[in-house]
């Protein structure tokens, strides 16, 4: 198994960034899929990034492509989301999200096996 443990939400004014972290531990070696998702209050959940375990692919919702940036450092078991030109819209609770093996290159993060307990984002007009 793997604990995802998220930081680095806050409250920022639009057009400002942000970035965070996840830190996982238990079994890491082998995570394949590392990914982001979010949700607000009264919508649905939201895949938004994943990168895979030689950082050579990554996916992006079309929300936030251009925007936010995934990246992961595999010697210290950490997984980044770089948030840029934030929006109000991307107000919500942020999750990181893990899992093993190659199907989860085709789920989306939310639908990921291993999730953190979220960091909040709020970004205000």
């Known amino acids: 198994q793997v604990q995802p443990v998220e930081s680095g939400g806050g409250s920022v004014q639009a057009g400002g960034s942000l970035r965070l972290s996840c830190a996982t531990s238990?079994?890491?070696?082998?995570?394949?899929?590392m990914g982001w998702f979010r949700q607000a209050p009264g919508k649905e959940r939201e895949g938004l990034a994943a990168?895979?375990?030689?950082?050579?692919?990554?996916y992006y919702a079309d929300s936030v492509k251009g925007r936010f940036t995934i990246s992961r450092d595999n010697a210290k078991n950490v997984v980044y989301l770089q948030m840029n030109s934030l929006k109000p819209e991307d107000t919500a609770m942020y999750f990181c999200?893990?899992?093993?093996?190659?199907?989860?290159?085709?789920?989306?993060?939310?639908?990921?096996?291993?999730r953190g307990q979220g960091t909040q984002v709020t970004v205000s007009s």
């Open positions: 990168i895979y375990i030689r950082g050579d692919s990554r």
């Open positions: 238990g079994q890491t070696v082998s995570t394949n899929c």
């Open positions: 999200a893990a899992d093993f093996g190659i199907s989860c290159r085709y789920r989306a993060p939310y639908d990921f096996n291993y």
